[in-house]
Antibody, heavy 125, light 108 residues
Framework: QLQLQESGPGLVKPSETLSLTCTVS??????????WGWIRQPPGKGLEWIGS???????YYNLSLKSRVTIYADTSKNQFSLKLSSVTAADTAVYYC?????????????????WGQGTLVTVSS | EIVLTQSPGTLSLSPGERATLSCRAS???????LAWYQQKPGQAPRLLIY???SRATGIPDRFSGSGSGTDFTLTISRVEPEDFAVYYC?????????FGQGTKLEIK
């Protein structure tokens, strides 16, 4: 059974870089059937897709965050990671990693299943 | 960017009643590339429906999805006590992949 687990600091200072890692077990991130994605949810609010990475290392970002986001993978550890630079209080959220199942046109896009349990990151000095 | 608007914001029902949740897109969602998720407090979202009408593995058949173009619906035929939660729709027809703001299904 595929499981995902986020890890990283729960508190980040304004203007610094948020760094999270997602460890995948029960399956390989090298599978061509899937992307691997990050989604966030500010407290009490809705969901926002941040970006995803493919098995080949191609990345796809939400344009609203693109200038600050980097997603990369370490296939040897079966992990993928998120870096978000120049954070502000608006970046305070629960950050989820998820398998991004290819299901859109020409194998792009898709739904998220399963999800990690999520990790709360607070941006505060 | 495709904006998804869910209605109602809150739906108050008793167990055993039928629930109808709406998701309307600001422009047509190509290929009916729409998913539905259920989220309970303190938990991650769980996939219910993908491709507008296909149930995910292990999802009870009281959950069904329908729709195309700009109008999509999630129906729970008979609401069970464990179904009270927040429900989100998500489109994956075009990037950025966006979510609706959610519908809270609460006990009446």
């Amino acid at each position: 059974q595929l499981q995902l687990q986020e890890s990283g600091p729960g508190l980040v200072k304004p203007s610094e870089t948020l760094s999270l890692t997602c460890t995948v077990s029960g399956g390989s991130i090298s599978s061509s059937q899937y992307y691997w994605g990050w989604i966030r949810q500010p407290p009490g609010k809705g969901l926002e897709w941040i970006g995803s990475i493919s098995d080949s290392g191609s990345t796809y970002y939400n344009l609203s965050l693109k200038s600050r986001v980097t997603i990369y993978a370490d296939t040897s550890k079966n992990q993928f990671s998120l870096k978000l630079s120049s954070v502000t209080a608006a970046d305070t959220a629960v950050y989820y990693c998820a398998r991004h199942v290819r299901g859109g046109a020409a194998g792009t896009g898709g739904w998220f299943d399963p999800w990690g349990q999520g990790t709360l990151v607070t941006v505060s000095s | 960017e495709i904006v998804l608007t869910q209605s109602p914001g809150t739906l108050s029902l008793s167990p055993g009643e039928r629930a109808t949740l709406s998701c309307r897109a600001s422009q047509s969602v190509s290929g009916s590339y729409l998913a539905w998720y259920q989220q309970k407090p303190g938990q991650a979202p769980r996939l219910l429906i993908y491709a507008a009408s296909s149930r995910a593995t292990g999802i009870p058949d009281r959950f069904s999805g329908s729709g195309s173009g700009t109008d999509f619906t999630l129906t729970i035929s008979r609401v069970e006590p464990e179904d009270f939660a927040v429900y989100y729709c998500q489109q994956y027809g075009s990037s950025p992949y966006t979510f609706g703001q959610g519908t809270k299904l609460e006990i009446k």
